[in-house]
Structure formats: C-alpha cells, structure tokens
C-alpha cells in the first residue's frame, strides 16, 4: 500500500512539473501580451530546457531579441532550433533573414558560415533552400571581393541561363499587357518582327554579355520601368523527363514549354526563387522555355527559372542555348494549373490550424507571405492577432512590416505613434524619439536619449552612428565627432559607414591624403563596394594618380 502511494505521488509530481513546464512558454506570451518582456526573457529561458516547447522558444527568443535591438545574442540556431527539426525547411525559409539565422545579403559571420555548410550537407534539405543558400553564398564572396568564388556559388543553383533570347518592349498601359499577344510565343524564329511599345519594329536578340548571378534582370538590355518584354531559351534533354518547373519573379509572369503554358500569375509580386511551381513534359532534343514577365513601375524587373525533381534538386544532363532549335510543339490554347502552393506556406498554414493558440506560427508565417509577396495575406494575418492582443509590441512590429512592404505610410506613421505612447521604453521607440528630437533640432534633448539608449541597448550600430556624427556636427563639436568616429574605426573597421567616415576625417580634417587612400584601400582588399570605390578612383584622378585610377 505504501509503496503504491509513493509510486502515485511520484506520477503526480512528474505531471504537475511537466504541466508547470510546459505552461513556461504559454506564460511568456501571455507576459509579452502585456508588454512585460523582462518577465517574458525569464519564462522562456525555462521553456528552452523542456523538449515540447524548446524550439518554439528559442524562436520567439530570437524576435525578442530582435525587437530589442539584441541580434547577435542567439548564436546557435544550429542546436536550438535546426537539429531539434524533423523538417528544418519552412523554419529556415521563415527566418531566413534573421541576424540568429542567415541575416541580410553580404559578409557572414562564423555561425552563419556554419549553417550554411549544415545546409549543403543535410539531405533533409531541399533542394529550393540549398539553391537559395548558395545565393546567400554568392553574395558573401562578392562582398568579399572574391568574385571567382562567388561565380562558382552561384552556379550551384542552377537557374536556367544565362542562356537568354529577349524581345521587348511591349506595351503594359496600367497592367494591361499581360493577356494580349504581342507575337513573340507564335513566332520564336529568328528574324521574326515584333512591334514594340513605341511602335518600332523589334526581333530577338542575345544580348552580349548578361549577368550571371542566377537570376536575369532584363532591365539592362531592355530599359524600361513599365513593360511586357519576352525571354526564350532552348533546353536540351538527353531523354524525356517530367520536371518541375520553379519561377520567381519580380511581376507577373507567364512560362511556356513548348509552347503549352504552365504557369501564369497575373498579379506582380516580388517573390522568393521557386514559388511558382508546376510539372512539365521535356522530350529528348530540344525544349522551348519561353518567359513572359509583366511589370509596372519597377526598376529592377527579374525571373528567375529552374528544372528541378520533385525535391527541388537539379535535374541532371541537361544543356540550354539561345539560338533556335526545333522543338515539338504543343497546343498554345491550353491553359496553365493553378501553381503548386509554397512549402513553407503550406507547412505554417497546418501549424495554425492544428494549435491555432501558438502565436509564433503566425509570426512565422506573416514572414514567410512577407517573402513570397503576399502582404494582403500577411497584413489579415497579423491584424487578426493584433486586435486579440493590442498591446503585444512584437506582433505589432511585424504588422509594422506589412505596413512598409505595402508602403502604407500613413498606417505606418499612426502605427509608429502609437508605438512611441503606448510603450516609450522599447527600442524602436526609442530610435523614433531621438529622431524626432534631431529632426527638430533640439540637441541637448537628443545628446540625454542618446546616453539612455546606450545604456540600455549600446550604440555599436550605423544608425547610432549617423545620428551621433549629425549631433556633433550640428554642435560644431569637432573634438567630439572626430572621436566618435575614431573610436568606431577602431571596433569595426568592416563598417562601409565608418569606413567612410574615418577617410573624411583622414582627407578633409587632417589633410592626410596618403592616410586617408590607405583607409580605403585597406578595405577593399577584403571587401567590395561600389560607392568606395567610385570614390577612390575620383580622388585619384585629383590627385593626379592616373596609374591607380
């Protein structure tokens, strides 16, 4: 009887300690629900040492750190979050640009070198995140001033091209050249005449030099900011295959193979690679890829395509050319299914409905709908959960995001007001108020913000930096800027802002020209920079330097 008991109390205290657990994580929302993220910081930091609730945890750790101006805490999103993963995909989509994650495109720190060689080498990645990630790559060796390496990066996704025929301009008057026929799908022989949105008579042409970096950006052959214009390429296959046929696009677009469509989006999103998605017929020869890109307003329109299997893995054996071939053609009057739905989306919209309660699958998928271009969906998304809980910062900053992504400013200016009255501690309210004081000129006023929120958050970054050298400089304070400026020279000289500061300093305070070229010099031997470069060779033609120039 006794030992009964105890084996009871003991089955008791395993549950209620379980329970106790798993409500750390349900606690930490309901503490952010409220604005209390000290008490949210504690609640999680328990919920990360239980099974069931630790990757939730950590990603919402990851957003609070992020919301409070904290990126480079979380450093191990590899054991946090990934390895907790049977299906790391969605997750690595979603968070992709987090600083904990991938962050934004250029030089990589250690970790994110590390997830990205994780990537490569996990079969249970697809093939849509390693092609992805060898851009990510590409984009750190070019910022590197490896170019060599970064072309071998960028090869690795294999994106159709940049074997490309192009013809265009053709008229899009307030979008409406998406369904008219121009001629270019009837005709895709050489020497064919097409006329163009001016009434100029136009062919196909291959442009002689196009960019490599996987995805084509038509728009320095054919310059216009609104238009339709048309790419065609020649696959050849060494037997027939069935495909997947993955677009992303910046615009609509419409692809045809062999002249049967297969996919056709008449809205202009600017998506990730591989959105777009639909299974196509090659036949052993030659294959028509046709390309049709819609665009109003944009000055950088882009497509990128890839044949993958069913994993998203390049298809092998197969060669393109931009001269025309035969091909067998099919009916044109077909008309294209609807796309295969995002992974990433589909994975996050049957989080929601299976543990509706969990906020941070709505954050997730707010920005996996931000990626892909979906903003109508992602702003419904989140104002649905803004309205349940009002005073959550956090989820008000991502409806912060849609309000930017849509250029909603004048939501966006109410919202950021709201933010500056409603919680005057949190970091972005901060950064609001210290500009505005700026922007008014009240300096005295601004200098005070700037020491609390160096207290509470650091100043290490650009932004801080900026306003700073604006303070100094509207003060006639030379002594102080100069020193601000030296003293973040010294802790990041990979900083292009500092960078370029310190050579100010150099070349126009202590009319040290040689020391200031050796500022930039420096840099770029590790890093590539378009503007800094500009600059120098400028400056070397003032002084005469024309071998360096």
Known sequence: MFSTRLTLLGLFCLVLNLVSRANDYEDAWKA????????????????????????????????????????????????????????????????????????????????????????????????????????????????????????????????????WQLAGPFENLSGSGYHNEFGPLQHPEAGAIFRSATSANITWFSPAVMNRDGWTFPFAHIRYNTAV??????????NDIKVLLNAGSSGAIRVWVNDEEAIAEKKEFVTELDYYKNYVQLKKGFNRVLVQLAYTGISSPNFIIRLTDERYNPVEGLSYSNAYHPYPKQSSTHQAS??????????????????????????????????????????????????????????????????????????????????????????LAFRLNIQQLMDNEKYDETADELKKYANIFGDDDDDMLNTKVRLYSAQNKMDDLIQVIENAYEKNPESATAVELMFNVKMKVNKDVNGAFDIYEKYLKTNFNYQIIKILAEEYGKQGMSDKE
């Not at 991502?398 to 409603?422: N, P, V």
């Open 32 to 163: 952010l629900h409220a604005n209390d993220r000290k008490s949210a910081i504690k609640l999680l930091k328990k919920a990360l040492d239980d099974p069931a609730t630790a990757v939730d945890a950590y990603i919402t750790y990851v957003y609070l750190c992020t919301f409070e101006g904290k990126d480079d805490i979380p450093q191990d999103y590899l054991s946090g979050v990934y390895d907790n993963l049977k299906d790391p995909n969605p997750y690595l989509f979603a968070m992709w640009f987090s600083q904990a994650v991938l962050g934004e495109y250029g030089k990589k720190t250690v970790s994110q070198q590390k997830l990205l060689q994780k990537i490569y080498d996990d079969p249970n990645c697809n093939g849509s995140i390693k092609a992805a990630a060898y851009y990510v790559n590409f984009w750190h060796y070019q910022a590197s001033n490896n170019f060599p390496r970064a072309l071998k990066e960028v090869a690795k996704m294999s994106a159709v091209g940049p074997q």
């Open 229 to 238: 214009i048309y790419a065609q390429t020649f696959v050849e296959a060494p």
């Open 338 to 427: 609807r796309s295969i739905k995002h992974f990433a989306e589909a994975f996050f919209e049957e989080k929601i409905k299976k543990d509706p309660e969990n906020i941070i699958n709505y954050i997730l998928l707010c920005k996996t709908y931000l990626r892909d271009g979906r903003v109508a969906e992602a702003r419904s998304l989140i104002e649905d959960k803004v309205k349940m809980y009002p005073e959550n910062s956090l989820l008000r900053l991502e409806l912060m995001q849609c309000y930017i992504k849509e250029g909603s400013r004048t939501l966006l200016l109410q919202e950021t007001e709201r933010m500056k009255e409603k919680d005057p501690h949190c970091m």
